[in-house]
C-alpha cells in the first residue's frame, strides 16, 4: 500500500512539474475530464471529414483512420511541447477545399489538392520559424482582439444549431431558415441543451459531458443514436492515400489563388482559435497576447504540413478546444487526455461514431452563446473601434467561416481609421497585410 501512495505521489509530482498544473491553477482531475468533453465535441469530426474528403474520390476508411492519427499526433505535440489545451485535428474549411471544391467541383486531383495544403502548411512552418506569425497576432488591434470570441463564438452557436437541424440554408432565398423543432434530432438536441443549462447553472462538474452523453443515450430510443454492429473494429490501412501526394503538380501557377484562400483562411482562422480559447482558459496576458504563442502555431503548422502525407488537410487546433476549456482544460494534460481517446479509437471507431451531431450540438450551442461575453470589453460607443468588430461578426455569419470574419474585421479596421482620419492609429504590420487581404477577398469571391 504504502509502494502505491509513493508511485501515485511521484506520477503526480512530475505531472505538476511537467504541466505546471498549480501555476495555472487546476488539477489532474479536471484536466482529464476536460479533454474527455474536448474529445466528445470534436468527435463528430471522425464522420464529417472523411465524409467531405470522400466526395473528392478518396478512400473514405483511408481518410478515417489519417483523420484519427492527425488528432492523436497533434494533440500530443500540443501537449507536450506547448502545454496548451487545444485540441489538434483536421479543420472542415480545408476538407471542403479539397474534397468538395478542388477534387469535387473544380475536376482537380485530390492529389494535388493535399499538395496546395502541404504547401501552405510548410509556408505557416517558414512564418513561424522566422517570428513573423507573431509580428502579425502582435498587430491585431486590442478591439479586433475582444471581439474575436463574440465572432467565434457565433460561427461556434450556428455550427450547433445547423447540426441540431435547428437552423437550414434556404436554397431558395440563400438565407438561414429555422429547421422542424419536432423532428427527432432537433428534440434529442434540445433536450441536451436544456440538462446542460440545468448542469451549469448548478455549477456540477462536467455539465457539458453529462449533457453529451444524456443525449446520445436519449437519441437511441428516437431514431437518432444508431448503434454499431461491432464495439471493436481493426483501423482501415492508409495504403490508399498514404504517401499519395502531388507536391509538384501543386506548384502550377494557375494554383496560386486556391494556395492563398487555403492560407489566408487556416492563418486567421488558426490565430482566432488561439486567441479565443487561449482567452477562455485565462492564458492571455493584460493586451490579449499569448505568451510564447509561437508554440501552438509551430505545432499547427508541423501538423498542417505533415498531415497530407496520409491524406489529411487543414490540421490546427479546432475552435472545439473551446469545449475544454469551458470544461476547466488549462494545460496540456488536457490535450493529452484528448490524444488518449482518439487513440483508443483506433480500435473502438464504431463507438465514436456512435455520437450523432445532434448529441454534440448542446454544447456547440451553449459554449458559442458564452463567448458572445466578450462584446462587452469592446468600446462600441468609439465608432472606428466598434463598427470593425461588428463587421467582423457580421462576416462570419454571412461567409460561414471565422477566418474570412477575422479577415475581413482586419481590413475593415484599416479602411475605417484611414476614411476617418486616424490613419496614426493604425499599426504599420496592418498597412502591410491590408494589401494580401485585399487580393484574398478578390480571390474569395472568384472561387
Not at 482582439?145 to 467565434?152: E, N
Not at 487555403?262 to 492564458?283: K, Q, R
Not at 468609439?382 to 474570412?404: D, K, Q, R, Y
Amino acid at each position: 500500500m504504502a509502494d502505491n501512495t509513493l508511485n501515485t505521489r511521484s506520477s503526480s509530482g512530475w505531472l505538476e512539474r511537467r504541466f505546471a498544473l498549480t501555476e495555472r491553477g487546476s488539477t489532474v482531475k479536471t484536466e482529464c475530464l476536460a479533454g474527455v468533453t474536448g474529445f466528445l465535441a470534436a468527435a463528430y469530426l471522425l464522420v464529417v471529414i472523411p465524409g467531405l474528403l470522400a466526395v473528392g474520390g478518396m478512400d473514405k476508411g483511408a481518410v478515417t483512420t489519417g483523420t484519427i492519427l492527425v488528432f492523436i499526433a497533434g494533440s500530443l505535440l500540443m501537449a507536450f511541447y506547448a502545454n496548451l489545451p487545444f485540441i489538434v485535428g483536421p479543420g472542415i474549411g480545408g476538407s471542403v477545399l479539397v474534397g468538395v471544391t478542388l477534387a469535387g467541383s473544380e475536376g482537380i486531383g485530390w492529389q494535388i489538392g493535399l499538395g496546395i495544403a502541404c504547401w501552405s502548411g510548410i509556408l505557416f512552418f517558414l512564418l513561424t520559424r522566422f517570428g513573423l506569425r507573431e509580428v502579425v497576432t502582435r498587430s491585431v488591434p486590442q478591439s479586433i482582439k475582444l471581439g474575436l470570441t463574440a465572432s467565434i463564438g457565433l460561427f461556434v452557436a450556428v455550427l450547433g444549431f445547423r447540426n441540431a437541424g435547428l437552423v437550414l440554408a434556404n436554397s431558395r432565398n440563400n438565407a438561414l431558415m429555422l429547421g422542424d423543432f419536432l423532428a427527432p434530432g432537433a428534440v434529442v438536441a434540445l433536450c441536451g441543451l436544456l440538462l446542460a443549462i440545468a448542469l451549469q447553472a448548478r455549477r456540477v462538474p462536467g455539465a457539458i459531458l453529462w449533457a453529451i452523453l444524456f443525449a446520445t443515450l436519449l437519441g437511441i430510443p428516437m431514431g437518432v443514436t444508431h448503434l454499431p454492429e461491432h464495439i471493436i473494429a481493426m483501423p482501415h490501412s492508409l495504403a490508399p492515400v498514404l504517401g499519395k501526394i502531388d507536391l509538384f503538380g501543386a506548384l502550377n501557377i494557375a494554383f496560386l489563388p486556391y494556395l492563398f484562400v487555403f492560407f489566408a483562411s487556416e492563418f486567421f482562422s488558426t490565430m482566432g482559435t488561439t486567441l479565443a480559447v487561449g482567452g477562455d482558459a485565462g492564458l492571455l496576458d493584460e493586451e490579449g497576447n499569448m505568451p510564447q504563442i509561437n508554440r501552438p502555431f509551430l505545432v499547427d503548422s508541423i501538423a498542417a504540413a505533415l498531415g497530407p502525407w496520409i491524406g489529411i488537410p487543414a490540421a490546427t487546433a479546432l475552435i472545439e478546444s473551446s469545449a475544454a476549456a469551458e470544461a476547466g482544460g488549462k494545460t496540456g494534460i488536457t490535450a493529452l487526455a484528448a490524444a488518449v481517446m482518439f487513440l483508443l479509437m483506433l480500435l473502438f471507431t464504431p463507438v465514436a461514431l456512435m455520437i450523432p451531431k445532434e448529441a454534440t450540438a448542446p454544447a456547440l450551442i451553449l459554449i458559442g452563446l458564452n463567448m458572445f461575453s466578450g462584446l462587452r470589453k469592446v468600446d462600441l460607443a468609439n465608432f472606428t473601434e466598434g463598427l470593425p468588430v461588428l463587421m467582423m461578426v457580421m462576416i462570419t455569419l454571412i461567409a460561414n467561416s471565422f477566418g474570412t470574419g477575422i479577415a475581413g474585421g482586419l481590413l475593415f479596421y484599416v479602411v475605417i481609421k484611414a476614411i476617418s482620419g486616424k490613419w496614426r492609429e493604425i499599426p504599420v504590420g496592418l498597412w502591410v497585410l491590408a494589401v494580401p487581404l485585399v487580393y484574398y477577398f478578390a480571390t474569395l469571391v472568384k472561387h
